[in-house]
């Protein structure tokens, strides 16, 4: 195996986190500062009070906004390794806008990287590609993706790895991809807030199957996934990687974990999964038309989330990354219940 960058690089070593001020990014960007004191860590970022706050904790921080090209690329000056986790994540939007936000900025990004000789690019991608509204088990990172995307976000995201690749490979930088699936934990806005956020409507109803199995992935996991492909061999380069916990739940005891933390009643109102869809596909036919800036309160993907299976393979990032998840599901899960309880009972 070839030597690591971990390896050859113990001193003034400079990594720079895209989407600092948001959950991965800051998270990674937190963890480097705390735990390679040899490592200078810059956080880039658009929320200028969040990223006071990384200033407090040593971490140099540069607001910008990543679609403005002499900006990045001012941003990696000195740059050894660079971290890209910004994004527009969302199920519902403007295409130009999920355009801007994936694509672009990630093409100023990697076209950074090549301009200032950066030795690893980390792309953080989304699973989201596999997505094909029918159910699979432990899909592996070959699994044959669908025509379409579900949605503009996916859209884009798999437009923004594919470029990675393509470009870092002519350009002579090192990059590898990450697809973590459902990222949750402390300080997620994201997956269980959403659903706290349904719970607390009462419009929440039992939509397939009671043991519909996914995949979940704790932000401490995904935090050593990415430090391990910080670190990873040369050899890797051009590699993508599955990332979850690993151990697989059914998605709604996990949603009624979530009610009995809150003190909310557990959804006992079924629909069918055919009715749910279609009322999501009317929904989303209405809002398109006449509020496309809102996000509909009914999906079709969101009912897919919550009634198809999806599992993926982690073997390839656990024998290439040495990968393994050190947050159980349960110590994961009970540590953010309990922190959304204390949340709400701080309100």
């Known amino acids: 195996m070839g030597s690591s960058y971990g390896q050859e690089r113990m001193t003034t070593q400079r990594i720079v986190v895209t989407g600092a001020t948001g959950f991965v990014g800051g998270a990674l960007a937190r963890h480097l500062v705390a735990t390679r004191p040899w490592t200078q860590v810059v956080g880039l970022g658009r929320d200028p009070a969040r990223g006071r706050a990384l200033q407090a904790q040593g971490i140099e921080f540069v607001a910008i906004d990543l679609t403005d090209e002499g900006a990045v690329h001012r941003a990696l000056r000195g740059a050894d390794i660079v971290v890209h ?11 130009a806008d ?3 936000a994936n694509i672009d900025a990630t093409d100023h990004v990697v076209a950074a990287c090549i301009a200032r000789q950066v030795r690893r690019l980390v792309h953080i991608s989304t699973p989201g590609i596999y997505h094909d509204g029918r159910p699979h ?26 470029r990675v690749f393509e470009r870092c490979a002519a350009g002579g930088v090192s990059a590898l991809a990450l697809r973590p699936r459902a990222i949750f934990g402390p300080g997620d806005t994201a ?16 939509i397939g199957r009671e043991d519909c199995r996914v995949d979940l992935t704790y932000i401490d996991n995904v935090v050593d996934a990415i430090v391990s492909a910080i670190d990873a061999s040369w050899r890797l380069s051009g590699r993508v ?3 979850s916990n690993g151990e697989p739940v ?6 009624d974990r979530l009610a009995d933390a809150l003190s909310l009643s557990r959804p ?15 929904v ?18 969101g009912i897919e989330l919550l009634s198809v299976d999806m599992t993926l393979d982690i073997g390839r990032a656990r024998s290439e990354l040495g990968y393994r998840p050190r947050a159980t599901m349960e110590d994961a899960l009970a540590k953010t219940l309990g922190e959304l309880a204390r949340a709400q009972a701080r309100r």
């Open 85 to 95: 986790s910004a994004a527009l994540s969302s199920p519902w939007g403007r295409r």
């Open 98 to 100: 999920f355009v801007a």
């Open 137 to 162: 088990l432990d899909i592996r990172e070959d699994h044959p993706l669908p025509a379409q995307a579900v949605n503009d976000y996916v859209a884009t995201k798999l437009i923004a790895e594919r």
């Open 191 to 206: 997956i269980l807030p959403r659903l706290a956020q349904a719970l607390r409507s009462g419009r929440l109803r039992r």
């Open 241 to 243: 990687y599955n990332i």
């Open 250 to 255: 059914a998605i709604w005891d996990v949603i």
């Open 268 to 282: 006992t109102r079924r629909m069918s999964k055919p009715l749910a869809l279609a009322v999501a596909s009317g």
């Open 284 to 301: 989303e036919a209405w809002y398109r038309r006449f509020s496309p800036d809102r996000e509909p309160p009914l999906l079709r993907y």
